[in-house]
């Protein structure tokens, strides 16, 4: 699937990045009511919406500050840097310990959104000045990468491999790590890797291989 790059599709169809894109299954078309109060919130703080990665997208100077969402059990927001956020309310979530700086917002239902629409504006309103003062999220302490023993086992018996991989950018690889140690099972862990050896080899990111699946 290609995703959505018209603001009047997604609103109709979906973000265009699974089968669900333009049928009742749809998320989007599930919260259709919530997308729209919410982009109204948005349109009322931001000048710039743009669409990016399937969808409505709001930003500062071409910068990007919020982005709307929509699954299958609610919609909202993320702000990418949410962790800049007062959040007063607690109602921001960190995703996973790896979201370092953006912050998701969630509603479930329009009255909920309705409730807290006010709130929700102010929360866009104090994204917005973050972003004019330039403020910008610390960087995450950096700690050693802890490669899964398969990958260790295949470093023992593929120099060259090993030598491609400690190549790649410290992003890269831990993106790459993330994804093996993340898999449960030796066998699964293994099988991501030699899914991702010829990427590697090639000096591509995990982001950019799965582009080109």
């Known amino acids: 699937m290609n995703m959505t790059k018209s603001i009047d599709v ?9 089968s669900k894109f333009g049928t009742d299954a749809c998320s989007v078309r599930r919260h259709q009511a919530e997308i729209q109060l919410l982009r ?5 703080v931001f000048e710039e919406e ?3 990665w399937g969808s409505p997208c709001y930003s500062y100077k071409n910068k990007n500050v919020v ?11 993320t702000f990418f840097k949410g962790a800049l956020l007062s959040d007063p309310e607690k109602i921001l979530i960190q995703q996973t310990e790896n979201m370092h700086a953006s912050r998701m917002l969630r509603c479930t239902n329009l009255a909920e959104l309705i409730d807290k629409q006010d709130l929700i504006r102010a929360y866009l309103f104090e994204a917005l000045e973050i972003e004019k003062a330039g403020l910008k999220v610390a960087p995450k302490p950096q700690q050693d990468l802890i490669f899964p023993e398969e990958l260790i086992e295949i470093f023992k018996s593929d120099e060259h491999f090993k030598k ?4 790649l950018t ?4 831990k993106n790459y790590v993330r994804h093996f140690s993340e898999a449960k099972q030796a066998a699964t862990r293994t099988a ?3 899914k991702y050896k010829p990427f590697i080899l090639k000096g591509i990111g995990m982001e950019e291989a799965w582009k080109m699946k």
């Open 164 to 167: 491609a991989f400690h190549c």
């Open 10 to 18: 997604f609103l109709s169809d979906g973000c265009g990045r699974c």
């Open 192 to 194: 991501r890797i030699e």
């Open 50 to 52: 743009n669409m990016k």
């Open 40 to 44: 109204r919130l948005a349109k009322e």
């Open 170 to 173: 410290p992003g890269r690889q």
């Open 67 to 77: 982005i709307l969402h929509s699954f299958k059990d609610f919609s909202g927001f």
